[in-house]
């Protein structure tokens, strides 16, 4: 899987440009606010069809302008793809796979994967629960298309039981409907826990290995799941776990209407982390906050690549900043194996890297 080329027209800073990659590494040189970063933004459009940077097309496009375009020609599942995103300020954005509209964002990452590290997946280690799950969920999706209809279905559901439950109190009649929404949440949060559970397994294994060579044997980073209290089994079958989300749900009935919260469910999910036995959130320092979120990437990719017998495209954003030089060695290393965009400000810092394909960025523009 890989992307050979790009062509932009009025994204972010980038006016007219066609860019063309090797399938190995590529390195995105340049200093801050010249595009590096909008480079990459523009590859995940093409595999997820949202930003994480933008609200709406609109702050996509260059300054001035009303219309903007991202191509990408593509290679994966042996065949040959371009995928189009036409870009129109205050209108529905067209989406197309070799010319034929895309109805759902899953389609785009059907023919391109990536994985994604930035400066802020530190978040993954420092901040709360809700970080590691949408990390979670990103990366299911991208896995396992019953996972994003399940999870868009309890993302409904949770919102139709919330208001229930906030304005019950006014209109006591809303309240009768909550049986419904109750077996709901719980049928689509038992097939959330039967993927997570597998994911956050294959998780552990491979993050496990990555944060251990990349400190040198020195550090052990330990991860697992957590989530309703009542299931005693996450990898039961989703009959099973049904029930015993219900049984959660029954024991929190009373809590949840005297609160106006939905208490009950997997959306308080976490993936709890350790690095030598000791709480990561809480006690880990600056380059093993960094190495442990960088594992948790590394480790996505390996299941990605298990999964669907390809290695997606893996995108690393100011990714040596604050390692000591052997974890930088070690990331240089361990990323062969797919294609890798990385970017960085200094390009002797990649001496440690055995070949790759240099691309100069300045004022919007590829060198």
Known sequence: MRINSLTLQNFRNYGEQRAEFSPEVNVVVGENAQGKTNLLEAILLLSRGKSERARTDRELLRFGQEQGLLRGEIFSRERDFVVELQLRAGKRRKTQINQVPVRRAGEL?????????????????????????????????????????????????????????????????????????????????????????????????????????????????????????????????????????????????????????????????DVAAGINGENARQFSSQGQTRTAALAFKLAERDIYQEIMGQTPVL???????????????????????????ITCCEEDRLDALAAGKVLRVSQGRIE
């Open 109 to 269: 990452s059907g023919v391109l994967g990536t994985v994604f590290f930035c400066p802020e997946d530190l978040s993954l280690i420092r901040a709360g629960a809700a970080e590691r799950r949408r990390f979670m969920d990103q990366a299911l999706c991208q896995l396992r298309p019953r996972y994003a209809a399940a999870l868009a279905e309890y993302n409904r559901v949770y919102e139709h039981k919330t208001r229930i439950l906030r304005d019950g109190a006014e209109h006591p009649s809303l309240l009768e409907t909550l049986p419904e929404f109750n077996t709901r949440m719980a049928l689509a949060g038992a097939v959330l826990i039967h993927y997570r559970a597998r994911f956050c397994a294959r998780l552990a294994e491979y993050a496990a290995a990555a944060h251990r060579e990349c400190s040198g044997g020195r550090e052990t980073l330990a991860l697992r799941y957590e989530t309703v209290k009542t299931v005693t089994d996450p990898f039961a079958e989703t009959g099973a776990l049904t029930e015993q989300l219900l049984a959660h749900q029954r024991a929190h009935a009373q809590a949840e209407l005297a609160s106006r919260l939905c208490l009950s469910g997997p959306h308080k999910d």
């Open 315 to 341: 995108l690393l954003d100011d990714v040596l900043s604050e390692l000591d030089v052997h974890r930088q060695e070690f990331v240089l290393n361990r990323i062969c194996g797919g294609q890798v965009f």
